[in-house]
């Protein structure tokens, strides 16, 4: 699979840093469980009728979000970065609720970390979240980039801790 380009995630909250870290997804249920891990339902939509599908952005858009001081997570806007000719970005005013998680990652397939919103607020408390290393590993004297999986990496610090 081709790399795909990140979503955009300006943080107005002083009381986190996402240092190194891009905006990948937002999911709703708990990451632990990966089968379960679901697209939040936005109510907002990008515009259908932009078809632009590029192999390193497969969605056609890339979503603009900003984390506020208050801890809530709005939707701000649509770009389209790869259509031609240029056009201007959807503008969106949607205000994320209830519990869900943002994926981020270091690169797409780079190490995840998984951030919890309880009530529709970022969980500070950097103890709530889950972050996932990928494993290297060499195979045939090539090295691979190798996803552990959350429900994998859990059982794996399990069993070290048994």
Sequence with gaps: MTAQVSEKLINKN?????DGYA???????NPENDANFKPYPFKQKPDPSIPVVFTACWRGHVS???????????LI??????????????????????????????QFFGDQLFVPFENGRIVTDRSKWH?????????SGTKKRRFAGVRGMIKVLSARNQ
Excluded: C, Q
Aim: charged share 35%.
């Design 14 to 18: 002083s009381e986190v840093d996402f």
């Design 23 to 29: 905006l990948y997804s937002i999911g709703i249920e």
């Design 64 to 74: 603009v979000y900003e984390l506020e001081s208050s801890g809530e997570l709005r």
């Design 77 to 106: 806007k649509y770009e389209y970065p790869f259509h031609e000719p240029p056009i201007e970005p959807d503008t969106a005013d949607e205000i994320l609720e209830g519990n869900f998680w943002l994926e981020l990652r270091t």
């Design 131 to 139: 972050e996932v290393r990928r494993v290297d590993s060499v195979s």
